[in-house]
Every structure is written in structure tokens, then in C-alpha cells.
């Protein structure tokens, strides 16, 4: 295929995924049914985030075009994608990335989210026969070119032994974080409540620790929190409140709760779901530096830095640890 037809393709791929077909609604409800993490309004929002930033022709045109990418790939080479599972289409950037490059690709996914990436592949041969030339399934990455992949920071070392040699890009854990100033406004509290709670915290955008102001009032945040305290419905979630609660009481720690979220004070930037930590800070420039040399930091969110709410918005050209993939691609 030209580029251009992969980019009219995956244009026509955004319009299905905004649809409402019989058979696309099935299969969002199976997703579900096989990972209890993956409830419906996750799903509908990273299928609208995907189909909204990534799949408008127009993005991709221009994104493409920052590129030179050519139209026709003159030596396609093979990139194995190792896709993570915590959040639903979660490998789709890495997916979209190798296919508008004119790189063929192998992937390896999470038996965690599966169903949906297999199904819009499935969809793009069968309006394109081509396409099975270029993506395929596999549960071991032989032969492969080059290497994307994402996982833990334990599953890194594998990943560093089995594809160090190869062009290579490799993700370890990451998280996202707050610096709040006491100026936020209910509607900014309100969306960085989504910032945090989204897929129950389980994303490497979504907030798990605060920096907040020593005279700060956590009150107005706790309250807008509160309408998060329907997630007690999903016994995974509740099973989590439940454990560290008692693990904050049982080790007689500080925390404030409002039965729908703990906040407690904690030096990690990492948090368990249903759990947010916070640090007291003086200086916010100060905080800002550490965190823009944190390996650690996915991004920022407040006032100077990503707006509250757009956490969980990726734009194409938002890469992940800040590598760029696309450039990665075009220097096979």
C-alpha cells in the first residue's frame, strides 16, 4: 500500500470505531467480559480518544508529513510490537506508528486487552487484503527487524536481554502527577478527578501523586472525588479500598478518605489503585525541575504545565517516555 492509502484506511478505521455496528459493540462488550478492569465507559472513551486525536485524515496528513515518510517504503523492514494490557487499545499509538511508517509489523499482545486490537486489524483486511501483508499475530517475536517494547520495569531486563541488539525502543514503569497551587477552580478539581480515576488509575497518564502547597485544603478535591464513589460496584476496585485502608489503619499512617478514594502522604510517585499520594512542597519551581529530570514521570498536570483533564488525551505526536516513535521508524 501508498501511504496514502494506509492513511484513508486508518481514517476509515476511526469512522468504524465512532460507529455503532452490531458487530463492533459485541466485541467491546466481550473485551469486558474477559477483563473486568476494561469496564464499558473505558472502553467507549479510549476508543473516542483514539478515533479523536489519532484517526482525523487531516492529523494524519500532517502528522506523516513531519516525517518524509515516502510513499511507497522502498525496504520495509519487520518490527516486533510487545503491546501492555493495563488500559484498553493501550499498544494502538505503536500499532498506528509502524503502519503509517510502510514497516511491516508482528505483534505480540497482552492476553489482558487482545480482543479489541485483533477485531480492527481483522477490520482493515477485510476492507483491504493488503494490510495481512504487513501486520500479523504471533506469541513469540522471531526474526523480527526492530523492537517496541512496553511492559514493567521487571519485564524490562528480559526485553533488554532478548532484543538489546536490535534497534530497539524499551518502556519500564511510568506514572503521572499533579502540582496544585490552591488556585484551581471546582471545574479544574473536577477534571483532574478524571485525570486520576480514569481507567481506576491504572494508566502511565493517569495521576497517582499530588504536590500540593503546605497550607493546602484537600476538602474541595475530596468532594469532587466523591461522585467517583460508584467504582465501590466493581469488586476489584473495592477489594483494592479495602486492603490499603487496612494497611494505612493496621500501620497507624495518616490518611483522609471519602469512601471513594484515599489520599495519604507518600514519598513514591507510584500508587496502588484507589489510592493517591501527596507531598508537601515550597518552592514550586523547584518541584517542577526534579520532575522534569524524573525517568519515572509520564507527564505533568496544573497550572504551566498539561491542562487539567487532557491527561488521558493524547495527541500523535504525545510519544510515550518521550521517545519519539515515528523517528525511531524512519531511521531503520
Not at 484506511?9 to 463492533?24: D, H, I, K, N, P
Not at 511491516?104 to 499482545?109: D, P, R, S
Not at 500508587?271 to 493517591?276: K, L
Not at 514521570?297 to 510515550?320: E, N, R
Request: charged share 20%; with cysteine; proline share 4%.
Amino acid at each position: 500500500m501508498i501511504l496514502q492509502e494506509r492513511i484513508m484506511l486508518m481514517a476509515r478505521l476511526g469512522q468504524y470505531m465512532l460507529g455503532r455496528e452490531e458487530e463492533w459493540e459485541a466485541i467491546k462488550e466481550r473485551a469486558y467480559r474477559e477483563n473486568p478492569w476494561f469496564i464499558p465507559e473505558f472502553i467507549e472513551h479510549a476508543v473516542l480518544s483514539i478515533a479523536q486525536n489519532y484517526l482525523n485524515p487531516s492529523f494524519l496528513q500532517e502528522w506523516a508529513a513531519g516525517y518524509e515518510i515516502p510513499t511507497e517504503q522502498p525496504s520495509p523492514k519487520t518490527v516486533g510490537l510487545v503491546m501492555a494490557g493495563n488500559i484498553p487499545l493501550v499498544g494502538f499509538h505503536d500499532f498506528l506508528c509502524v503502519f503509517i511508517s510502510g514497516h511491516k509489523q508482528t505483534i505480540k499482545t497482552s492476553s489482558k486487552d487482545e480482543i479489541l486490537i485483533k477485531h480492527l486489524v481483522d477490520k482493515l483486511i477485510e476492507w483491504d487484503t493488503k494490510v495481512q501483508d504487513s501486520v500479523s499475530f504471533a506469541e513469540r517475536l522471531n526474526g523480527s527487524d526492530a523492537y517496541i517494547a512496553t511492559g514493567s520495569n521487571n519485564s524490562s531486563r528480559y526485553f533488554d536481554y532478548y532484543f538489546g541488539k536490535y534497534p530497539h525502543i524499551i518502556r519500564r514503569n511510568r506514572t503521572s502527577v499533579a502540582v496544585l497551587d490552591n488556585t484551581e477552580t471546582t471545574e479544574e478539581l473536577e477534571a483532574l478527578a478524571k485525570d486520576i480515576q480514569l481507567y481506576f488509575g491504572l494508566g502511565c497518564r493517569n495521576i497517582t501523586k499530588l504536590y500540593v502547597p503546605a497550607d493546602y485544603d484537600f476538602i474541595p478535591l475530596l468532594a469532587v472525588l466523591k461522585k467517583y464513589e460508584y467504582f465501590m460496584d466493581f469488586h476489584k476496585y473495592k477489594h483494592n479500598f479495602d486492603y490499603h485502608l487496612a494497611l494505612l489503619i493496621m500501620g497507624n499512617k495518616y490518611y483522609m478518605t471519602n469512601d471513594a478514594v484515599i489520599l495519604t502522604e507518600n514519598l513514591s510517585p507510584f500508587s496502588p489503585v484507589s489510592q493517591v499520594h501527596y507531598a508537601f512542597y515550597t518552592d514550586k519551581q523547584a518541584v517542577s525541575d526534579e520532575l522534569n529530570h524524573n525517568e519515572e514521570i509520564q507527564c505533568v498536570v496544573g497550572h504551566g504545565f498539561v491542562p487539567f483533564g487532557k491527561a488521558q488525551s493524547p495527541s500523535l505526536t504525545d510519544y510515550a517516555d518521550g521517545v519519539n516513535t515515528m523517528a525511531f521508524l524512519c531511521g531503520l
